[in-house]
């Protein structure tokens, strides 16, 4: 009776009261459906172990999930304070944002991987995908975002990963790891012979005997104590190896490294006795005690070095020369270095034997300074001295710096040697000003080496020299060569500046034979400028030479600056050069280098030149 009932109402109501019914019956159900499918949304991101997001075209949070709370550790509140680009990494942003832009325009979302940062500041690694969410024309209104946190999960890809290509035990390069280097270094080589590199295999001496006397397990922390080292005794650049259990066989010759066995790629390294070098400071960390098992173990190591050369058609070939020579540091004894090629050995071993015997001579102070004088060309009167530096060897006497400076250079030992001239000078000063009755200025002229001008310490150094001996700083000049002024121009300016506001002189040396002859004339503040005696000697037979003098000569005129010319050895020489209106002079033909007394007895000898002649700055 109550569906009759029902039917019957329905019934009379006509067609446009059903019509109505229906409609509002509808409302009714896409409300409820509406309703229904929001809780279910809020169900199921509320449960859910990812995160996920509901955002605006703009970026905007408009709800996240709590497990946002739990993985990231920001409250809902918070993250609605912020865009939801602003904790992702600065260099994800873009291809996040990118990846929005797509889903926005296509409806269609893509996986994407990201870094994010968590409220202590760490940054996770997230998985995300983002889904469209339309309006009622059709167009996307929001972005339903799904985060996956995969930080652990990437962290063991990359532990993986480093496990493939690094030794377990040392945590070192594996041979696999380390071929890749080397073939990168060879065909670098290749494109560039100016980028050279040197090969080191390094064998530990007797370490089986460790092994079976202490067990394994003290020979693994031994080995791991001696890797540690190794690779403290190497610069940056370098690369060292170890044979372990993980990489693939990609050379028979790696593949069969002892596990006592390293290799080293020295990168930059072109000279063997820079190899050799190293090679001696690898063995000095090695031969350093090693405390273990309540016990002393001292080791040793051998090793063979190559060096890339333009021969060499495969990488391969550089590991079977330093192999050859680190099996004939074996058979020698053990506990030595070997350069592969025997002239190079030879060369190498002679280089760091010079060195060491420089370092003998700065502790036995075996350095001498002579004296040679510079004249004014019209008057032949002295107006200063340049110091020149000799080192007097016990077994081969007097020895010319030509044949020690590059070494001490390259090793740097010439900053020491310079600080050294530097002081002393001053004090040569300090006693001529004393004992000189002439009443004639002396002014000394101190060359300094490239790494010297780089030094930090120069400028200090001078100023407690100065100090020290209470010299006035315009009787000392600095000279340097064309080439180490130009080396830095930026720093070459600083420097100079800065001695000119000491009151000290600067003077080009070299000047002539460069490649930044006429640009150092107006760029440097310098004084004076000391034309090459390589165009002094062939002025008189070479048109060019000559003519190049009388331009320098010229020019360094109009910029003020006074011209001083060495290696000179003839009377036509110097009177040419006065012709042309060179001021000063310098040679064998005034006069050879002299001790200090001879040096001032020289000057002695002179009748004082008139007022300014002098080269000082001020």
Known sequence: MLLESFWISLGALGALGLLALYQQLRIY???????????LFQIVTENAADMIALVDVKGKRLYNSPAYKRILGYSPAELSETSAFEQIHPDDRFKVLEAAREARTSGIGKRLEYRIRHKDGSWRVLESVASAVRDAKGEVAKLVIVNRDITERKRAEEQLEHNRFHDPLTGLPNRGLFLDRLHQLFLRAQRDPALPYALLLANLDHFKAFNESMGTAAGDQILLEIANRMGGSLRSADTIARRGTGGPTLEPLLSRLGGDEFAILLDGVGDPSDAMRIARRVQGAVAEPIFIVSREVRASASIGIALSLPGHSQPEELLKDADAAMRRAKGLGGSRCEVFDEVMHTRAEGRLRLEADLRTAIAARQFRIYYQPVVQLDTRRVVSFEALLRWDHPTQGLTSPYRFLEAAEDSGLLVSIGHWLILQVCRQLQEWEVNNSSGQPVNVTVNVSARQFADARLANDLQDALR?????????????????????????????????????????????????????LWQFPVDALKIDRSLIREMQSDRAAADMVEVFITLAHKMNLKVIAEGIETARQAERLSELGCEFGQGYYFSQPLEAKAALQFMRQQVAPARGVGMGGS
Do not use: C, W, Y
């Open 29 to 39: 159900h896409i409300r409820r459906s509406s309703r229904n499918r929001e809780e």
């Open 468 to 520: 020290d001996t209470g010299v006035n700083p315009s009787r000392l000049q600095l000279e340097m060569t064309e080439s180490v002024a130009s080396a830095d121009a930026k720093l070459t300016i600083t420097v100079l500046s800065h001695l000119r506001h000491m009151g000290i002189g600067v003077i080009l040396d070299d000047f002539g034979v460069g490649s930044a002859s006429l640009r150092g």
